[in-house]
Each structure stands twice: as C-alpha cells, then as structure tokens.
C-alpha cells in the first residue's frame, strides 16, 4: 500500500466504506465458493469435513522440562505509514516454521509472518489500517475481537480474503482503552486457523489512560494463552471439539515460559486465544492478582483477584507487585481447572523474582468512568444447546437452529437498547456468548449477581451449564450484518452460531 492509497483511506467515513469495498474487489476477496456457504456444521452436507479422528501419534509431545524456555517478549508492530492521524501496517499471513519445542521445526500460521505475532498498538479517535496479505493456502477473514466497526471490516465470513489476495482491514478506534485480538473468522475453518496461529494483539490507549500512570514500557507485558495437542515431531495435532487432549499449554506461542522480573510492578495484558479451554487463573501462593480491565475497556476501579476466569476470547488486564516478594523467588502462575491432566494444564508459567528496580507507576482507586447502563426498550431470550458427549452426530445450536450464512436470525432498530438473557441448556458442557459490533453490560446471572471484573464494557461472557446471563446491548454505531455465537470456536464452527442485521 503507498501512502496515497493510505491517506485516501484516512478520508471521511462514508468514502472509506465505499473506497473498502472497491478494495476489497481488487484484492482478490469473493463469496464463499460452493460448500461452504451454507454450511451447519459437522453434522451438514455443505462445508469441508473436520478432522475428529485423533492421529495415534498425538500427545506424544518431546520431553521438556517445565518453565525451562524464556518467555517471548511480543514486539510491538511498526507501521509503515504514521501520518495525518493515521497508522498503516502490512500483515502476510503466511505458513512459517518455527520450533514449539527445541529442536523440533514444525509448520504453523503466523500474522506479520511470525507464529510470535508482534502487538499492534492504536490509539483511541487515531485511524488504523492493517492490510492483510494472504499468503497460505486456504481463505481467511481477520476479525478484530471486541473492535467496534463497519460491516466491511469486521471480518466478514462471506467474504474471506482468498489465497493470494489481500485486504486493508480500516479500524477508527472509536471506543475505550482496551485490549483486543485479531484472529481468524473464517466459517468452519476458523478454529483450526486460530488453533494453528492466526491471532495476534491489537492495543487501544488512549489519553486518558496514559494519564493514569500505570505500569509501561518494558514493564507492560501482552500474555497469549493457549492449548494445544502436540505429536512426537512437535508439530500441532487438531482434532475437532477436543479440549481434553490440548494439554500443553502455550503462552506467547511457547511452552510453560519463565519470565524474569524485577521487584516492581508489572501490567500484563492476557488473552485467551484457546479454540475451546477455559482457564481460572491465580498465583501458586495465592496472593492475589489486581484487575483493572475485561474485554473492552478499564474497569471503572481495581479489583483484587486473587482468581481469574477466562473463557475462549476473554481479556484481563493485570497489574502484579513482585516487591512482594524477596528476590530469588518464583511465583508461578496456575490454573484451578481442566480437562486434562493437571500437572500439565494446571501449570501455566513462572515468574522468577530478580532485583529491585525503581518504580514510580501508581494503581489508581479510580481508573475510568463508563456510561450508566441504559434501559432497554427490547427483550430477547437466546438459547444455546449441543449434543452431549458420546452423542452422534453432534449438533450445535442457537435458538434450536445451526447456523445458516444465508439466515438472519434477528432484526435490530438502529439506536436501540436491547436486553438479552442467554440460557446455556447443555446439560454439562460451557459455552460463551460473543456478539460482533455490540459491547455488553452484564446485569447478572441466574446463578447470582455480576461479579465486579464483570462490570465493564464486555464482548464475551462465560456460561456454564444450565445457567443464564442477563445482558444490555446498545446498538448505536453502525447498520450491517454481524454474527453472535458461542466463542468456543469449534462449536461455533459445528453450528452455534446467528446473525443480527442492524437496520
């Protein structure tokens, strides 16, 4: 992209829509071909058949010594045009090799051709374009996970950026600090694409944050969590809806890292990239951690933690004070839940404590003021179902129905409040709720009250069996059609999955 096609994009809203679909059909973007647009899941005639087979060879991961590889420090992405508040990077999305375990080279995705993607940082009210090269095999659709934008550069999964071709993604950044994740969205294909490295982390600042005088800099630390199933030569294994079996865990792409850390406060900003694992995150002495953010924004005060959970897509902004502790201590970071086996998955890193370091960053009692929540003039109820295990075939739903490209499943007024309650009826399996465009305000649970680092603006929400969730949504920003689903992402891909158009 040269830097008048940038600045041309950076132009008025209506003429970069205009000039995104222009783009879009030079680029060599199309509709889904035949097979896949139509596609409900595994249990459908449409769509490519998922591997549910698990290969002999898989779980037989090398031998590696816990916590024994250092952690990758993402590197921030650099753009390639900074200019009249605009900022313009270039992503190839590429098949790279790279070595999981030592000594094991392997083929993996990767964004900006790197399986250890680098963070792009925005800034609240500046423009964004990530232009996406697709340079593998297979069709892709970037969407950006809690980013509030127009139909066109939301990842749409009717129109996939087709091998060879690329897309300049257009984000205006129009919403609160906040932590957010690219990652792949193309239907049927997306959990084994995200599985396989196709996420990376996108950061909103904003004036009003920076003000705040929280940890940075080096002392900022992006955390990408995942699973994964692992074969004696290394390489990643993928078998649909299996999450017992993705037993080694991944943080920035490596294997139970170790982090040196000096005596001061850290902020690390974790991401759940996991297809399907849930993760309740503490420290091994159970001192607690200290929230400050959820999903799309700061939380409104700090929170002590002294447990996260994370479902697939959700966030937590972190802040952690190793002067808590002498210097030669390791505190580990672990994880209360499975599946799998837990002294693998309970395991999730460590930090060893090195010397003192200055530290004049601050925890305010007070980090942000968000909108009151405001009344809903509509009402709906959604429910989420799948086949229990050992059932056959497996069916995944939303509303009784699988997901169809073609359906839209629900009408919204634009500059309407709705109130939606989200009933999980599986009978022992979790879901999460994410809708597309739309933050959440959680109002509370058939189970009991919101828990406060539920309290800010949210973009997914856990839901455990036979438990509801009660949301307010306002859809004021853009018209268009946007997907719901359960952000687990190989249900979603077997069918539970909708559509809302916003008229």
């Not at 129109?159 to 239907?187: C, E, I, K, M, R």
């Amino acid at each position: 992209m040269n830097r008048r096609t940038a600045l041309r994009l950076a132009g008025a809203g209506l003429a970069t829509t205009v000039g995104g679909h222009q783009l879009a059909a030079r680029a060599g973007t199309a509709e889904l071909p035949p097979g896949l647009a139509l596609g409900r899941g595994l249990t459908h005639d449409h769509g490519p058949a998922m591997p549910t087979e698990r290969p002999a060879d898989a779980g037989t991961r090398p031998a590696l010594e816990k916590f024994s590889l250092p952690l990758p420090i993402l590197p921030d992405a650099v753009p390639v045009v900074s200019s009249r508040g605009l900022d313009v990077f270039e992503s190839r999305i590429r098949e790279v090799r790279a070595e999981i375990f030592p000594g094991h080279p392997t083929s993996v995705y990767g964004y900006f051709s790197s399986w250890v993607p680098p963070v792009v940082r925005a800034r609240r009210g500046r423009r964004t374009i990530v232009r996406q090269r697709n340079e593998t095999d297979v069709p892709v659709s970037v969407h950006l996970h809690g980013g509030v934008n127009r139909e066109v550069f939301d990842g749409r999964m009717s129109h996939p950026v087709l091998p060879g071709g690329s897309f300049a993604y257009v984000y205006d950044n129009d919403q609160p600090a906040s932590t957010l994740w690219l990652h792949d969205h193309t239907h049927h294909t997306d959990a084994e694409n995200v599985y396989r490295g196709m996420s990376s982390p996108y950061l909103v600042t904003s004036d009003e944050e920076e003000a705040l005088g929280l940890p940075s800099g080096e002392f900022e630390v992006p955390l990408v969590l995942r699973d994964a199933d692992v074969g004696s030569d290394g390489g990643l294994v993928f078998t649909m809806d299996d999450t017992e079996h993705r037993s080694t865990i991944l943080v920035n792409g490596t294997p139970w890292p170790r982090m040196e850390v000096r005596r001061r406060k850290y902020r690390f900003r974790v991401i759940n990239s996991s297809a399907m694992r849930f993760f309740v995150l503490g420290l091994s002495d159970g001192t607690p951690m200290t929230q400050i953010g959820a999903d799309a924004s700061l939380l409104e005060s700090p929170v002590p933690a002294p447990v996260v959970l994370l479902s697939p897509g959700e966030r937590a902004d972190l802040v952690v004070d190793f002067s808590q502790w002498p210097t030669g201590t390791d505190v580990d970071v672990v994880n209360y839940t499975g599946p799998g086996p837990m002294e693998d998955v309970g395991q999730v890193m460590r930090f060893s404590v090195g010397a003192d370091a200055s530290d004049d960053s601050v925890v305010p009692d007070r980090l942000t003021t968000l909108p009151a929540v405001p009344p809903a003039s509509v009402e709906r109820h959604v429910t989420m179902r799948m086949s229990e295990p050992g059932t056959t075939p497996m069916i995944a739903t939303i509303d009784d129905r699988s997901f169809d490209m073609s359906r839209v499943d629900t009408r919204v007024d634009f500059g309407t409040t709705e109130e939606w309650t989200v009933t999980n009826e599986s009978a022992t399996i979790p879901h999460n709720f994410h809708c597309h465009l739309a933050h959440m305000r959680v109002l509370d649970r058939s189970t009991g009250p919101a828990a406060p680092n539920e309290l800010g603006l949210k973009d997914t929400v856990a839901i455990f069996p036979g438990e509801s969730v009660r949301v307010r949504m306002t859809f004021d920003r853009h018209r268009g059609l946007y997907p719901y689903h359960c952000h687990m992402l190989d249900h979603g891909a077997m069918g539970m999955m909708a559509q809302l158009r916003v008229v």
